[in-house]
């Protein structure tokens, strides 16, 4: 754990580390600085390097005088400092405004348990694994509120009845879309083990599907060439770059390349061999001399001297493998373009999205596009069929054969 000598100390070293977590836009640095600047002086008239105390008592006197907004950034901002204070900043994450609802009942108490371990055996991510348990832990909390104490009891009309509470009021769609489908995957986890007295309740956990087709985006040869450019301020930039190089020039998933291990990678063959983490399928792929190379110049030049079997870890804090959390995306290399220039979306997942674009566009077969990018189904690679502008214009139809009289206007 770092010592600090000075509030001045703590402060910065935060920041640092905020900014190699994640990608904050400016302003967001600049609002930091400016609490920064306020709670520096709290501790200067205190005459101490850091106190939760003080910190907790401040935050309280604030709720008085400012609005909820203004409280919440001061107070994301003192957990921050405090993390780090205590040493426990090592990586980014959510520090929720809201005590977590969690069961009463012993019974409840133990099916979430239960849950958890389901899910953790699944090999869920830690971030779909608190979702699902945020989903059942509520549904739980509103059935004790209505008296409702064994899932035995749960009823077709309960779960119609919780759709309908104030807790999915004044929401939107895609949310509550999200926290229905983590229902329904819990009431279904509870029917497989006979913990409900009906069957296929889960079919009253109902969302509606949208059925819009929209056009996969991708980035052009401008916006990748601005992407993998070296960025020599960023303490991560050899290891983002070999990152993105995995998924754009071999369709790799992130899941999979924050799980690649040295024992993975042929160096000699230039070729990856793994078991897909979504699929549970193995999967082998070639890499040109551009990959191999941004891997060797991180090992070398950047990565933190440690045994970790993962090839990507950390750039500061604790040394482990990369996760979900840790900050690579792509908006802070897109900075330097002019806004109209810039990709309408951000994402590591664009990448894939442009890698199977880039082959379909050199005309490969469907079923080699599919194989690349690890799918089961040839058929979810149709999706990419409308990133080749040259072929969708052939698909334009005449309006010849619609009559119109009298001209536009």
């Known amino acids: 754990m770092t010592k600090f ?20 836009p400016i302003k967001t640095l600049s609002r930091y600085d400016g609490i920064v600047k306020i709670i520096g002086h709290l501790m200067k008239q205190n005459n101490c390097v850091y106190s939760t105390n003080i910190i907790d008592q401040w935050l309280k006197e604030c709720t008085i005088k ?55 055996n699944e090999e869920y991510s830690t971030k ?77 956990c109902i969302t509606k599907k949208n059925d819009i087709r929209r056009i996969v985006t991708t980035y052009n040869d401008a916006q990748m060439s601005v992407l993998l450019e070296s960025y020599h301020d960023f303490p991560s930039n050899l290891r983002n770059k070999a990152i993105y ?11 999979d390349i924050f799980n690649l291990k040295f024992e993975n990678i042929d160096m000699k063959n230039k070729t990856i061999h793994i078991i897909q983490k979504k699929t549970n399928v193995a999967l082998s792929l070639p890499f040109d001399s551009e990959v191999s190379k941004a891997i060797i110049d991180y090992l070398l030049n950047e990565r ?8 990507f ?18 908006f802070r290399r897109f900075r330097s373009l002019k806004k109209e220039d810039q990709p309408n979306q951000f994402g590591i997942h664009i990448l894939r999205r442009t890698f199977a674009s880039s082959l379909l566009t050199a005309g490969a077969d469907v079923s080699l596009i599919s194989a690349a990018l690890g799918h089961i189904n040839n058929a979810t690679v149709d999706k990419y069929l409308s990133t080749d502008k040259q072929k969708m214009k052939r698909c334009a139809l005449s309006i010849d054969l619609f009559p119109y009289e009298g001209g536009l206007f």
């Open 5 to 24: 000598n000075t509030f001045k100390e703590l402060a910065d070293d935060t920041k640092e580390k905020m900014k190699s977590y994640h990608d904050y």
């Open 66 to 120: 400012f609005s909820k907004s203004t409280v919440e950034r001061y107070r994301r901002v003192t957990c921050l400092l405090s993390d780090n204070y205590h040493g426990n900043l090592d990586g980014w994450k959510i520090y929720s405004s809201q005590p977590c609802l969690i069961p009463k009942s012993n019974e409840y108490l133990n099916v979430i348990n239960d849950y958890k371990i389901f899910l953790e």
């Open 128 to 204: 779909t694994i608190l979702c699902r348990l945020h989903d059942a832990r509520y549904f739980l909390v509103y059935l004790e509120n209505n008296n409702v104490f064994n899932t035995k009891d749960i009823s077709h009309q309960m779960i119609s009845n919780y759709i309908l509470s104030e807790h999915f009021e004044n929401r939107k769609i895609a949310g509550i879309s999200a926290e229905i489908i983590g229902l329904r995957k819990f009431i279904s986890y509870l029917e497989d083990r006979n913990l409900t007295s009906y069957s296929n309740i889960h079919f009253a």
């Open 245 to 255: 190089l995995l998924a754009l020039r071999c369709g790799l998933r992130m899941c």
């Open 304 to 311: 933190r001297k440690c045994d970790c079997q993962y090839v």
């Open 313 to 330: 870890i950390t750039s500061i804090g604790q040394v482990r493998k990369l996760t979900h959390n840790t900050s690579i995306r792509t």
